[in-house]
């Protein structure tokens, strides 16, 4: 089992839409938890972080289900900006600095 | 803002050749990383550093030396390129503060091995 799935799409949405995206993990010892987001040929940015209550940043909101080891993202009102691959990001347990990747998930917005 | 540059942007380089790849943060963070993207398989830690000329060995070091003499640069070595080492590489910056485990990404280097 990877350390990190995600559906790798990609999702085709129109403008405006709302779009979640979800994300499994398998160490149960992952504290920390983020977005990112990678643009065609570029390098992943920091998207959001990811906390137990959850959190929201504008049109973004993340949240985290330990119980279950899973990690989601909803875009709400979606922009043709937001086309990008989604990457899902865990710590490697504990106090670890060291964070595992998953293979992302590529959203594309059209008219 | 968290700056990561690479020294460059795309390399070319023959098979056997040795090939050095220099990333250099201006933030003082403790951590940096070296990561290769491959389509399919994500990012895929190679080395890591903690502290200046301390290192460890990522998932898939095979290959590949790094070096780090201060602070702020940290390189990756390929010892004899081979064409399997052609691969977007991304080195990445981030603090050791706890709870704060966020990475800075540098631009890329492209490298294609012939």
């Known amino acids: 089992r990877k350390e990190v799935e995600q559906d790798p799409g990609p999702f085709n949405v129109p403008e405006g839409a709302t779009v979640a995206f979800n994300c499994t993990y398998s160490?149960?010892?992952?504290?920390?938890f983020f977005w990112y987001r990678q643009d065609c040929r570029k390098e992943p940015k920091l998207l959001m972080s990811v906390y137990s209550s959850g959190n929201e940043d504008g049109r973004f909101t993340a949240q985290l289900n330990r119980a279950s080891q899973y990690i989601s993202l909803l875009i709400r009102d979606s922009k043709l900006s937001d086309s990008a691959t989604y990457l899902c990001?865990?710590?490697?347990?504990?106090?670890?600095?060291?964070?595992?990747f998953g293979t992302g998930t590529r959203l594309q917005v059209t008219l | 803002d968290v700056k990561v540059t690479q020294s460059s942007r795309y390399l070319v380089k023959r098979t056997g050749e040795k090939v050095f790849l220099e990333c250099v943060q201006d933030?003082?963070?403790?951590?940096m990383f070296w990561y290769r993207q491959d389509p399919g398989l994500g990012l895929r830690l190679i080395y890591f550093s903690y502290d200046v000329k301390m290192k460890e060995k990522g998932d898939i070091p095979e290959g590949y030396s790094v070096s780090r003499e201060k602070k702020e640069r940290f390189s990756l070595i390929l010892e004899s390129a081979s064409t399997n080492q052609t691969s977007m590489y991304l080195c990445a910056s981030s603090l050791s503060l706890r709870g704060l485990y966020e990475q800075y990404f540098g631009p890329g280097t492209r490298l294609t091995v012939t």
């Open positions: 160490n149960s010892a992952s504290q920390s």
């Open positions: 990001v865990v710590n490697r347990g504990g106090t670890a600095s060291k964070l595992t």
């Open positions: 933030m003082d963070h403790e951590n």
